[in-house]
C-alpha cells in the first residue's frame, strides 16, 4: 500500500496545475457520460418496459381463444411479422448491454420462429384474399373485413412493408395499393418509423411501372417538395416528365393532369397471371358467378342411403343431399363426430408440412404457390378411429379402399387455398397409376366450419360448395369408362377468416371393376 501510495505521489507531482485542471475536467465528461449511459439504459429499460406491456396486453388477448386470434388474417400477418421482425429489433435493444436470460431464451426460441419467407408468404397471403374477395388496402388496415369485428389493424409501417413486399417481388399492382394506404395513414397524422419521402419514393415509381405517368410525376413532385435532395427523385422526375412529353407527341395528345381521385382498388387493371378461369374462379369465391336453375334445382333431393343394405348403415343410415345434378356431386351429413375430428386432428397435428404437388412435366412432388396448405397422411392401422373412417367411407360408397390412397389431413390457414386442379392424373405413366389405377373418386370430410371465405368451388359448371363441420362431399373424377371428367377441376377457395380443416380419400380404380362397372358409352 505505501508503494502504491509513493508512486501515486510520484506521478501527481510530475504533473503541472494546467494538466491536473484538465484531469478534473476529463473526469468531470466522465461523470457526464456516466450519466448519459444511466440515461441511455433507462431509455432502453423503459422500452423494453413498453415492448413487454404491450406483448403482454396482445398475449393474454391471443392465447385466451389462440385459434379465434388467427382465424382474422390479419392477426395472422402480424404475428408473423411481429415474430421475425419485431422480436429481433427488441433482441438488438436488448444486446446492447448483454442480457444472458433473455438472450439464452432467444436461442431456445429462435428454431421455432419464422423467418423472412413466412412473413413475406403471409403478406402474400393478405394479397391473395385482396385480389379474390374485392377487399381494398383500407378494409384490411381497419381489420374490417366481412362479417367481422375486430380491432385488428395494420399501422402505415406495417403497410409500407406490405407495399415493400409486393415492390421487391416486381408487383407494383399491389405495391402502389399498399404504398397508397400507408400514404393515407400518414396524411391522417399516424405516427410512424417510415418517412413520408421513403413511401412516396415507392409509391411514385410503382404507379410509373402501372403507366400512370401524370400521376407519377404528380407524386414525385411532392416527394421532391418535401425533400429536395432526394438521390434519384430529381433524375425521375425529369424522365418521367420527358418520357410524357415524348408520349403525347407520338400520340398527338393535348397533356392531361393526373387524376384528383385517390388511387384505390380498381384505379389499375389487375395483371393477367397463368389462370384462364380466374375471374370466375373468384367469382365464385366470393359466392357470386353462376346460378343454378329453378328447373334444375327442382331436380336435386335429399335422401337417406343404406349402401345396398349395408349392415353398419341399416339402423343409422346416412343423410345424402345432392349438391349439383350433372356431374353428379352428392354431400353426406353427420358423417364425422366432434371426437372423432378432434382426434383426426390431434393425429395430424405433429406432422403437418407443406403441402405438395405433382409436376407435370417431372412427375416429382413439389411446393407450389396455387396450393398453400400443411396436411398429413394418416394410416388405418395408426388407431382405431382412422380405420374406421376408412370404413365408413368404404360403407358410404359402396367402393372399396383397399387400393385408395391414405387418409390425408389439410389445414388451411390464413389465405390458404388450393387453385383449380384435377385430382385424376392425366399422366399415364405415373407410377401409383400402373398398380392402383387412376383416382376414380374423390371423398372430401369438411373438420371445421369457416367464418369466412374457404368454398370448394367447380369453375366449369359454377358450384361453390361451402364447408359445414361434420359432413362430406363425393364426387366421381372419371366416367365409367376410365376417362377423366375435366368438369371436375376444382379449387378451394382462399380462408378469409377461420382456419379450415378437411381430410380427404382418394379412391381408386382397382377393385372397384364389379362395384362400378364400364358403361356402354365413353361418357357414361
Not at 34 to 62: F, G, H, M, Q
Not at 364 to 393: C, F, H
Amino acid at each position: 500500500i505505501l508503494w502504491l501510495l509513493d508512486m501515486h505521489i510520484e506521478i501527481s507531482l510530475s504533473l503541472s496545475a494546467g494538466q491536473m485542471t484538465d484531469l478534473i475536467y476529463t473526469e468531470k465528461e466522465l461523470v457526464q457520460s456516466l450519466k448519459e449511459y444511466i440515461k441511455a439504459e433507462e431509455s432502453k429499460l423503459a422500452a423494453v418496459k413498453s415492448w413487454a406491456n404491450k406483448l403482454d396486453v396482445l398475449t393474454r388477448v391471443s392465447t385466451s381463444d389462440p385459434e379465434g386470434y388467427l382465424a382474422h388474417p390479419v392477426n395472422a400477418y402480424k404475428l408473423m411479422k411481429r415474430l421475425n421482425t419485431e422480436w429481433s429489433e427488441l433482441e438488438s435493444l436488448v444486446l446492447q448491454d448483454p442480457s444472458d436470460g433473455f438472450i439464452s431464451n432467444m436461442s431456445v426460441h429462435r428454431q421455432y420462429f419464422p423467418d423472412e419467407e413466412d412473413e413475406k408468404g403471409a403478406a402474400k397471403a393478405l394479397m391473395r384474399l385482396q385480389d379474390t374477395y374485392q377487399l381494398d388496402s383500407e378494409s384490411f388496415s381497419k381489420g374490417k373485413l366481412p362479417g367481422v369485428h375486430s380491432s385488428a389493424f395494420l399501422t402505415v409501417d406495417d403497410c409500407y412493408d406490405m407495399g415493400k413486399t409486393a415492390y421487391n417481388d416486381a408487383d407494383y399492382y399491389h405495391a402502389v395499393l399498399w404504398m397508397q394506404q400507408s400514404l393515407r395513414q400518414l396524411d391522417a397524422g399516424e405516427e410512424a418509423v417510415v418517412s413520408k419521402a421513403d413511401v412516396l419514393d415507392y409509391l411514385s415509381y410503382s404507379v410509373y411501372q402501372m403507366g400512370d405517368l401524370p400521376r407519377a410525376i404528380e407524386l414525385t413532385r411532392r416527394l421532391v417538395a418535401i425533400d429536395p435532395s432526394h438521390q434519384r427523385a430529381g433524375g425521375n422526375l425529369r424522365y418521367f416528365e420527358r418520357l410524357l412529353s415524348k408520349q403525347l407527341i407520338e400520340l398527338k395528345q393535348v397533356y392531361q393532369p393526373a387524376s384528383e381521385e385517390p388511387i384505390q382498388l380498381g384505379t389499375y387493371a389487375r395483371p393477367k397471371d397463368h389462370l384462364p378461369e380466374r375471374e370466375t374462379y373468384e367469382a365464385l369465391c366470393r359466392g357470386e358467378g353462376v346460378k343454378m336453375t329453378n328447373a334444375r334445382r327442382s331436380r336435386l333431393f335429399c335422401r337417406y342411403r343404406d349402401g345396398n343394405r349395408n349392415p353398419r348403415l341399416l339402423l343409422k343410415p346416412v343423410k345424402e343431399e345432392d349438391e349439383w345434378d350433372s356431374p353428379h356431386i352428392v354431400r353426406y351429413l353427420d358423417v364425422l363426430s366432434h371426437e372423432e375430428i378432434e382426434k383426426i386432428k390431434e393425429l395430424a397435428k405433429p406432422r403437418l408440412a407443406r403441402a405438395t404437388v405433382r409436376d407435370p412435366k417431372t412427375g416429382v412432388l413439389t411446393t407450389a404457390n396455387y396450393r398453400v396448405s400443411k396436411s398429413a397422411w394418416l394410416e388405418g392401422e395408426e388407431d382405431p378411429v382412422i380405420a374406421r373412417v376408412n370404413q365408413r367411407i368404404e360403407d358410404i360408397t359402396g367402393l372399396t379402399v383397399e387400393t385408395a390412397e391414405l387418409l390425408q389431413v389439410a389445414n388451411y390457414g390464413v389465405g390458404g387455398q388450393y387453385e383449380p386442379h384435377y385430382d385424376f392424373s392425366r399422366r399415364p405413366f405415373d407410377g401409383n397409376l400402373k398398380v392402383d389405377g387412376n383416382r376414380l373418386a374423390t371423398f372430401l370430410n369438411y373438420m371445421s366450419d369457416v367464418e369466412a371465405g374457404g368454398a370448394t368451388v367447380f369453375p366449369d359448371f359454377g358450384a361453390a360448395i361451402w364447408p359445414r363441420k361434420g359432413t362430406a362431399v363425393f364426387w366421381y373424377n372419371l366416367f365409367k369408362s376410365g376417362e377423366g371428367d375435366y368438369r371436375t377441376r376444382h379449387a378451394a377457395c382462399p380462408v378469409l377468416v377461420g382456419s379450415k380443416w378437411v381430410s380427404n380419400k382418394w379412391i381408386h380404380e382397382r377393385g372397384q371393376e364389379f362395384l362400378r362397372p364400364c358403361g356402354l358409352t365413353e361418357v357414361d
